[in-house]
Each structure stands twice: as structure tokens, then as C-alpha cells.
């Protein structure tokens, strides 16, 4: 069965560093999309990502953020001056193509970013 | 704006107990309800889903109906076993793929044998 994966299972990094999570969504789907997890905090949208454009964010995806499709299967997210408060779980989903009567989501096993 | 609110957890039940996860969503429009599981080091899968009032999804011996009057989504399964233990999201979207997912805070559920 296909499925999201992603790359790598757990990052650390040292505060202001850059980082780049990776993500290979399944292969026919259309819709992308970025979550994060705070420990002990409620799962929150980031960004979905749609024919090469963002097509909806949140207040999180501020401009230290950008996500970016740079082949025909990966989807990354880049952090470009990581903070204490980016230490998250995140989670990159995909979307099948077409007007979904539900838009189910499908999700990767997460990125534990760690910022020292 | 839209949320989704879970009992706090965690659950902690022995095998063949019956569970009930509360969760109530406040939303504009009409949502379509999911509730999704995530066992430990996995990410999260879709359970089970309805996408109008009334409707039950299931799944796995777990059940859920979407009660506009009450705007509630409770997940229930009448005998939980211990590989039922793992993290519970109810979430909340709109039919429009792309639109994101609004979850709830998760309800962590531990049983026993």
C-alpha cells in the first residue's frame, strides 16, 4: 500500500541553523501539506501546497518558513533560522487529485526537529 | 473560528472495557468529522470519518456519529483491547481538498491486560 514518508526520523540542530525537512508524498496525489506537533500540544496546519503554489497557511508559516516541490517527488519544508520554539514533531500529508467529497488526508510517520 | 475540543486524557482501561473519547468541534459551515489514531513511533492514520449529520463512520470496532444538535463526534468501542492503545485525534475539515486540518489535542489511551 503506498504511503507518505519522510526524512529524516529525527533532527537536531543548534539555534539559527537552517534545516530542511523532507518528504515523498504518494505518487498520484496532488495536495500537500505540512503539520507540526509541539509535545504535549495539539496538531497544527502549517501550509498546503497545490500545482506549484501555496494554497493555504497559517499564522505559524511566518517568512522563516518555505516549502517548495523541487522534483516530481519530493516535498520539502525549510526552516532557514531554526528557534528553541520550532522543537516539533512535524508531519507532512498528501491529498488524492480531483474535488474530494472528504479531502482524507494521508499521513507521514513525522520529522522530530530538536533545537538546541 | 473552527476548533475541536477532546476529553483530556489519558484513558486508562482494562481489555474488554468500553471506551468513550468525547470530542465536540465548533465550526462555520458544514465540516466533514474524522477521528485519527496514532500508534507509538507511526504517524497518524485515518480511522474512521462522516461527512454529514448523521452519519456513523466505524471502523476496527470503533464507532462515531456526527451529531450536528450537539455538534459532537464521540468515539466509542464497546471492548478495547490492548493493541488498541495509542494517541486519538478528532479533526475537523472542509470538502475542499487543500483545506486544512483542524485537530483536536489528542486523548492518549493506555489498556491492559
Known amino acids: 500500500e503506498p504511503e507518505v514518508t519522510q526524512t529524516p526520523s529525527h533532527q537536531v540542530t543548534q539555534m539559527g541553523q537552517e534545516v530542511i525537512l523532507r518528504c515523498v508524498p504518494i505518487?498520484?496525489?496532488?495536495?500537500f501539506y505540512w503539520y507540526r506537533q509541539i509535545l504535549g500540544q495539539k496538531v497544527e496546519f502549517l501550509v498546503s501546497?497545490?500545482?506549484?503554489?501555496?494554497?493555504?497557511k497559517s499564522e505559524i508559516f511566518d517568512d522563516q518558513f518555505s516549502v517548495e516541490r523541487p522534483d516530481g517527488s519530493n516535498f520539502t519544508l525549510k526552516i532557514r533560522s531554526t528557534k528553541l520554539e520550532d522543537s516539533a514533531m512535524y508531519f507532512c500529508?498528501?491529498?488524492?487529485?480531483?474535488?474530494?467529497?472528504?479531502?482524507?488526508?494521508?499521513f507521514g510517520p513525522g520529522t522530530r526537529l530538536t533545537v538546541l | 473560528g473552527n476548533s475541536v475540543t477532546q476529553m483530556e486524557g489519558p484513558v486508562t482501561l482494562s481489555e474488554e472495557a468500553f471506551l468513550t473519547i468525547n470530542c465536540t468541534y465548533t465550526?462555520?459551515?458544514?465540516?466533514?468529522l474524522f477521528w485519527y489514531v496514532q500508534y507509538p513511533g507511526e504517524g497518524l492514520q485515518l480511522l474512521l470519518k462522516?461527512?454529514?449529520?448523521?452519519d456513523k463512520g466505524s471502523n476496527k470496532g470503533f464507532e462515531a456519529t456526527y451529531r450536528k444538535e450537539t455538534t459532537s463526534f464521540h468515539l466509542e468501542k464497546g471492548s478495547v483491547q490492548v493493541s488498541d492503545s495509542a494517541v486519538y485525534f478528532c479533526?475537523?475539515?472542509?470538502?475542499?481538498?487543500?483545506?486544512?486540518?483542524?485537530f483536536g489535542k489528542g486523548t492518549t489511551l493506555s489498556v491492559s491486560s
Open positions: 500529508a498528501s491529498s488524492p487529485p480531483g474535488l474530494s467529497s472528504y479531502n482524507e488526508q494521508f
Open positions: 505518487s498520484n496525489h496532488l495536495y
Open positions: 501546497f497545490y500545482n506549484n503554489e501555496i494554497s493555504e
Open positions: 465550526a462555520t459551515g458544514y465540516p466533514s
Open positions: 462522516a461527512t454529514k449529520a448523521d
Open positions: 479533526a475537523l475539515t472542509f470538502n475542499q481538498a487543500g483545506t486544512a486540518l483542524i
